[in-house]
């Protein structure tokens, strides 16, 4: 069992930076990798970048936010971070925590991260 508590949203203007942390506690030694997600009104949800625990720390981002977000993990504090910089006001979304272990995934309860023009 993983629960995960993800912080770090708000409201940020166009152009600038927010963090946001996941941190996973239960079963963690069960966790392959972990993401970020989004889900934006109207839309479904969307992957933003994985990045995987057991065999490293290898990273996937979605397109749309290659160049800008950066995600990151912390062993130490069972803490994954999603660095975003130059963020678009179409960044603006519900940003939830997912970890995939080898039975089932976990999610988050999402933190809301909102941009404006």
């Known amino acids: 069992q993983v629960q995960l508590v993800e912080s770090g949203g708000g409201l940020v203007q166009a152009g600038g930076s927010l963090r946001l942390s996941c941190a996973a506690s239960?079963?963690?030694?069960?966790?392959?990798?972990m993401g970020w997600y989004r889900q934006a009104p109207g839309k479904q949800r969307e992957l933003v970048a994985t990045i995987t625990i057991r065999s490293g720390s290898s990273t996937n981002y979605a397109n749309s936010v290659k160049g800008r977000f950066t995600i990151s993990r912390d062993s130490a504090k069972n803490t994954v971070y999603l660095q975003m910089n130059s963020l678009k006001p179409e960044d603006t979304a519900v940003y939830y925590c997912n970890a995939d272990l080898w039975m089932y995934d976990s999610w988050g309860q999402g933190t809301q991260v909102t941009v404006s023009s």
């Open positions: 239960g079963d963690i030694f069960s966790i392959k990798a």
